[in-house]
């Protein structure tokens, strides 16, 4: 029979080209924003973070960028090389504690 | 230094019996999280223990998941009377004490533990 399942963004892309991952978020008030690398069979990796404060924060070949006013968060990864492909999530920590809430995320597909 | 560990790495049970998975979190660290990722998708909270205060236990499904913590370091997750939909990978993750001047935010997961109800 037909099976229905859920499947993740996907993006493709060249190896030695940049790769931009969007992510919308839901709270206005999360002060706290963290995008993880997930590849098979593993738990997630931590990436780069950026607080509320800020809206530019850059790390080795990846960039996070936050816009406040619409909700939206972005990975930008330079020179993207195959041991990149993973899915991506971006994860959001409201203004107490320490509980965060994850994407759906998107797997990114390198081509040598 | 060693990272997250948890146990077992796979698991399969049949409808209606109980399960306990552990994390071991790393030392030293007082904040310990328990998440679950069914196929393709993102990671859903489970619940939350930092230090001595009264866990988060929002995100627990029904009441047959339940979590405890002894001596603030090893964890156990007990699912009671499995249901196939319970079938997922169930994530720690550790992190430093955190506070709002941003240190200790970071979570640090480990690998996993793959739960398939029959």
């Known amino acids: 029979g037909e099976s229905v399942g859920l499947h993740l963004p996907t993006l493709s892309v060249q190896e030695g080209d940049n790769s931009i991952i969007n992510c919308a978020y839901s709270?206005?008030?999360?002060?706290?924003f963290i995008w993880y690398k997930q590849e098979s069979g593993k738990g997630p990796q931590f990436i780069i973070d950026?607080?509320?404060?800020?809206d530019k924060r850059q790390g080795q070949r990846v960039t996070v960028l936050l816009n406040k006013t619409v909700k939206h968060l972005s990975l930008q990864i330079a020179a993207t090389q195959p041991g990149d492909s993973a899915v991506y999530f971006c994860?959001?920590?409201?203004?107490?504690?320490?509980?965060?809430?994850f994407g759906q995320g998107t797997e990114l597909s390198v081509k040598p | 230094g060693a990272g997250v560990s948890q146990s077992p790495s796979n698991k399969v049970t049949e409808k209606g019996k109980d399960v306990e998975l552990r994390c071991d979190p790393i030392s030293g660290h007082t904040a310990l999280y328990w998440y679950r990722q069914s196929l393709g998708q993102g990671l859903e909270f489970l619940i939350y223990?930092?230090?001595?205060?009264?866990?988060?236990k929002s995100g627990l499904p029904s009441d047959r998941f339940s979590a405890e913590r002894t001596g603030g370091s090893v964890s156990t997750l007990t699912i009671q009377r499995t249901q196939q939909e319970d079938s997922a990978v169930y994530l720690c993750?550790?992190?430093?004490?955190?506070?709002?001047?941003?240190?200790?935010?970071?979570?640090?997961f480990g690998p996993g533990t793959r739960l398939t109800v029959l």
């Open positions: 709270n206005s008030a999360s002060d706290y």
């Open positions: 950026i607080r509320s404060n800020m």
């Open positions: 223990f930092q230090g001595n205060s009264a866990p988060d």
């Open positions: 994860a959001e920590r409201a203004n107490q504690g320490g509980k965060l809430i």
């Open positions: 993750a550790s992190s430093p004490r955190w506070t709002s001047g941003g240190a200790g935010n970071e979570q640090f």
